[in-house]
């Protein structure tokens, strides 16, 4: 499995980006995705998820704010981020879990991130 993210940059606050997952390995249709983000001198976060059944969970961070959706046809997570912060700046990892996932799981597959810096 592999996971290449893309779409991060540079931009002023107010400003909109949309983040892509471009993801390999098959079963895409049946696994779980994610963001995560992580700033300097932070903990990873959760930004969003959704599941196999298209169901999706926002860090109240993100609410109102980003759309994260799932092309199965095109293996790809996007995220789509607007009204960006400062505090938004981090580097943005996308997560894949293993086939059917099931209850509480984990994410067991790792982009190597995108850079979204946002400036005031």
């Known amino acids: 499995v592999q996971l290449v993210e893309s779409g991060g940059d540079s931009v002023q606050a107010g400003g909109s980006l949309r983040l892509s997952c471009a993801a390999s390995g098959g079963l895409f249709i049946t696994r779980a995705l994610a963001w995560y983000r992580q700033a300097p001198g932070k903990e990873r976060e959760l930004v969003a998820a959704?599941?196999?059944?298209?169901?999706?969970f926002y860090a109240d961070s993100a609410k109102g704010r980003f759309t994260i959706s799932r092309d199965n046809d095109k293996s790809t997570l996007y995220l789509q981020m607007n009204s960006l912060k400062p505090e938004d700046t981090a580097m943005y990892y996308c997560a894949q879990s293993k086939p059917f996932p099931v209850g509480q799981h984990e994410y067991d597959y790792w982009g190597q991130g995108t850079q979204v810096t946002v400036s005031s």
């Open positions: 959704v599941s196999n059944d298209g169901s999706t």
